[in-house]
């Protein structure tokens, strides 16, 4: 079991950046896919972006790709998810996922996601 907690959220004016991070305990970190996704009151929990055991492959929801950047360190345990250019609709609860890695396509939906740490909040000022 992994267990995972988010932090780097806050408040920033749209165009601006955050950087969120996700730490994880547990068993060993590199044998785990880690997406990011985010939800807003009412609606469904959407996928973000995620990234393959060893950090060489990522996948990215259209809607950010370009501005958002999805890394991890896994000697430091900890994934990471750089948003540039920031708008106002993007704000939302940030949550970071982990399953194990099976070395093949990355997963999108949030019930391929079997491990969550408890969110972070996003607000982007207009």
């Known amino acids: 079991q992994v267990q995972l ?3 780097g959220g806050g408040l920033v004016q749209a165009g601006g950046s955050l950087r969120l ?3 994880a305990s547990g068993r060993p970190f ?4 880690i997406g990011w996704f985010r939800q807003t009151p009412g609606k469904e929990r959407e996928f973000v972006a995620a990234i ?3 950090g060489r492959a990522t996948i990215y929801a259209d809607s950010v790709r370009g501005r958002f950047t999805i890394s991890r360190d896994n000697i430091k345990n900890t994934a990471f998810l750089q948003m540039n250019s920031l708008k106002a609709e993007e704000t ?3 949550y970071c996922a982990a399953h194990w890695s099976t070395g093949q396509v990355l ?3 949030v019930g391929s996601y079997d491990y969550w740490g408890q969110g972070t909040q996003v607000t982007v000022s207009s």
């Not at 590199?30 to 896919?33: I, K, N, P």
């Open 107 to 109: 997963a999108v939906t």
């Open 21 to 23: 991070s996700c730490a």
């Open 92 to 94: 939302a609860v940030y």
């Open 30 to 33: 590199s044998a785990y896919d």
């Open 52 to 54: 393959g055991w060893s």
């Open 5 to 7: 907690v988010e932090s």
